[in-house]
């Protein structure tokens, strides 16, 4: 069954929170589980409290900082990246989350592009070397191309499924971003109907602005009862910089879910 969980890094922020905190005010508004960006920053004895004390799961972390990222493509940045890997996977089991966020980064000026992407494989299966014998998975994203990654090595769904069908590692899978896909030009389901084994996760805000549900112009319910329809049982990441209160955000999506039912 679809749940719903949220970045704290966008949303639970009102008043200056602590990120512990927004673990609390996530819990407190429904949320049974939240995700984070770069977890070298937070403080993480007082967010794996936190998580604990409300019974939360974190979701989702990211490998590295989207703008210090390491280029795939580029075979000189290997070590670099498995190395985040571990070191993000070892913070991922103090914490309890089960699912690893990676970009493939951009493109290198020179190198013919089919040659790219096979380097970028042979970095993901070194990635997925180092974590197999752990209890979590990594998720390769794709940003969109308007805002965050007009150069980006992996510019849309079907390429990235593509990529993850050669590389065919059960634990490196997609991190479907519908708020990326829409701006990208995506239909819903485009390059994932069919391959919703690879999907590991799905994100999500509306369109235009990256906010919550119903403040933009696309039909969230009939997104969520695609998804249902597809067989996808897992949670929906509220990625959204909220316009209403946080407090609300669980309760409009569930109630949205119920449409689609």
């Known amino acids: 069954m679809i749940d719903f969980s949220v970045s704290i890094e966008m949303a639970f922020a009102e008043d200056g929170r602590s990120f512990p905190d927004r673990v609390r005010a996530a819990a407190d508004a429904g949320f049974r589980a939240v995700e984070i960006w770069d977890w070298r920053d937070k403080p993480l004895g007082e967010l794996g409290l936190a998580l604990r004390q409300t019974d939360t799961e974190l979701h989702t972390l990211c490998v590295e900082d989207w703008r210090h990222k390491c280029q795939l493509g580029d075979p000189g940045s290997h070590a670099e990246f498995v190395r985040r890997v571990s ?40 990635a997925s070397d180092v974590v197999s014998a752990l209890p979590v998975e990594l998720l390769v994203e794709v ?22 069908r050669q590389l065919a590692r059960p634990n490196v899978r997609f991190l479907y971003d519908r708020y990326h896909a829409i701006l ?19 994100q999500a805000a509306d369109v235009p602005g990256r906010h919550e549900f119903g403040t933009g112009e696309h ?9 249902l329809t597809a067989g996808y049982d897992g949670y929906v990441g509220i990625e959204a910089e909220p316009l209403g209160p946080s407090t609300a955000l669980h309760a409009g999506a569930v109630s949205l879910l119920h449409r689609a039912m």
Do not use: C, Y
Request: no cysteine; charged share 20%; glycine share 8%.
């Open 184 to 202: 990208n030009g995506e239909a819903l389901g485009w390059a994932v109907d069919g391959n919703m084994d690879l999907v590991g996760h799905i």
């Open 87 to 126: 070191e993000t996977a070892t913070a991922a089991l103090e914490l309890g989350a089960p699912k690893l966020v990676v970009l493939a980064g951009d493109l290198v000026a020179g190198t013919d592009l089919d040659v790219q992407r096979a380097t970028a494989i042979d970095a993901l299966a070194r």
């Open 143 to 164: 940003v969109n191309r308007r805002f965050e990654g007009p150069n980006a090595l992996l510019q849309d769904s079907a390429t990235t499924v593509h990529l993850l």
């Open 219 to 227: 039909d969230w319910a009939e997104e969520l009862r695609w998804l």
